[in-house]
Structure formats: C-alpha cells, structure tokens
C-alpha cells in the first residue's frame, strides 16, 4: 500500500476560522511532509518531521501549527489565514534518510474568504 | 541558490509520438532524482526515482536517466497517448538544499489525439 490520504479534500473557511488538515500513511514512513502548492506552481516545502519531531520549519507564519500525535498521522492546524493562504495543500511521506522515495497525497484545496 | 529548471514549460505532441521532457540542476551533489506526475487540481504520483548510484530507471513506457556530470535528467515516455496529459514535474534531493526536495517549474503536455 503506497497510498497517503487526506482529508478534507476541499475546505472553505472565514479568517477568523479555526480549522485542521489531515493526512494518514501506513507505510511506515517515519518522515512526513507539508507543501502548500499555488496554482501553476510547483510545491513549496512547509514543515518536516522527522520520528514524529518537528526538524524543518520553512519560516512558515504561526498561523499555520503542524502537529504529529503518531507516526501516522500528521495535522496541520489553521488559524486566522488571510485569502493569500488559499492553495492546495500537500502531504507527503517517505523513509527517513535521503534515498526515500516521497509519496503525495491528493491534497486539500483550501479557500480562505 | 540551488535550482532545477524545466524547460519547455509547456509541450504539444500528437498521439503515438514520443515525449521527451528534460531536468537540468546546478549541484551534481545530488542523491536523488525523482519525476512526478500532476492532473490538474490533484496530488503528485511519483513515476520514477534515480538514485544517485543510478544512470536510469525504467518502468513501462517511462524511462528516466541521471547524468550527474551535465546536471540533466530526462524522462522519456514512449508511444504518447491522451492520458498522458498532464504537469510533469522533476524534484532532485540535493545535500547543499537541506536535503529537501527541490522541484523544477514542470512541464505541462498535451497530447492531441
């Protein structure tokens, strides 16, 4: 199974919301990411974790709280986005280690109004 | 700042032609590469993963090579069908860039039936 889900698959969602995005993979990866994609663009790095400890923070706004509760599962809480902050956003995981392969999920596209 | 391009952005073939899509890095230190597929409003589907031991990969009709001396990579996707339309995006995992995936800008095809 190389399969990686998350939902939801869509989100709209006021400023003044609170909401989370989740992704799954049991595949026993214990490296597992967030990219936030623009329309035409290619995925940007957000957060890693690594053995469940948060090890790259790409200087995203605290708005955005990742959290990783298991190996499994990893969270990404919002709060207070700005309408900038609309774009899919990705989860991925892979082995730790730089010969893993990294396996995507299909995304939840977010809309902040 | 280490790059991956893409180029063309965009490529137009009838069907049954081959495809030719090319990746080109600054860093040679690269561990490894991978290529991805993107429908549009979708998620990432990893197609093939050189490692840096590796001059290619072949699955089906796709075959990927990794020339680390001329920073190039190339994917070839042989017999083009409609169902092959889509974004393809090439990502290296290069040790100067954090040991993060780097991606290229893609490269939107079309093949017209």
């Known amino acids: 199974d190389t399969e990686v889900t998350q939902t939801p698959k869509h989100l709209v969602m006021g400023m003044t919301n609170k909401k989370s995005l989740k992704c799954e993979q049991h595949?026993?990866?214990?490296?597992m990411y967030w990219y936030k994609q623009k329309a035409k663009k290619p995925p940007e790095l957000m957060f890693v974790?690594?053995?469940?400890?948060?090890?790259i923070n790409e200087s995203v706004p605290s708005r955005f709280s990742p959290e990783c509760p298991n190996s499994s599962l990893l969270n990404l809480h919002l709060h207070a986005l700005q309408p900038e902050d609309s774009a899919l956003y990705l989860c991925a995981s892979s082995q730790v280690g730089v010969r893993g392969e990294q396996y995507f999920g299909p995304g939840t596209r977010l809309t902040v109004t | 700042k280490q790059e991956v391009t893409q180029i063309p952005a965009a490529l137009s073939v009838p069907e049954g032609e081959n495809l030719v899509l090319n990746c080109s890095f600054t860093d040679s230190a690269i561990y490894n590469l991978q290529w991805f597929r993107q429908d549009p409003g979708k998620g990432l589907t990893s197609l093939l993963l050189?490692?840096?031991?590796?001059r290619e990969q072949t699955s089906g009709r796709l075959n990927a090579s990794l020339d680390k001396s001329s920073g190039r990579s190339t994917l070839y996707i042989a017999a083009s069908q409609p169902g092959d339309s889509a974004t393809y995006l090439c990502a290296g995992l290069i040790k100067a860039a954090g040991n993060k995936l780097t991606f290229g800008g893609g490269t939107r095809v079309l093949v017209k039936p």
């Open positions: 050189i490692q840096s031991s590796q």
């Open positions: 595949m026993g990866h214990r490296a």
């Open positions: 974790y690594s053995y469940e400890k948060l090890s």
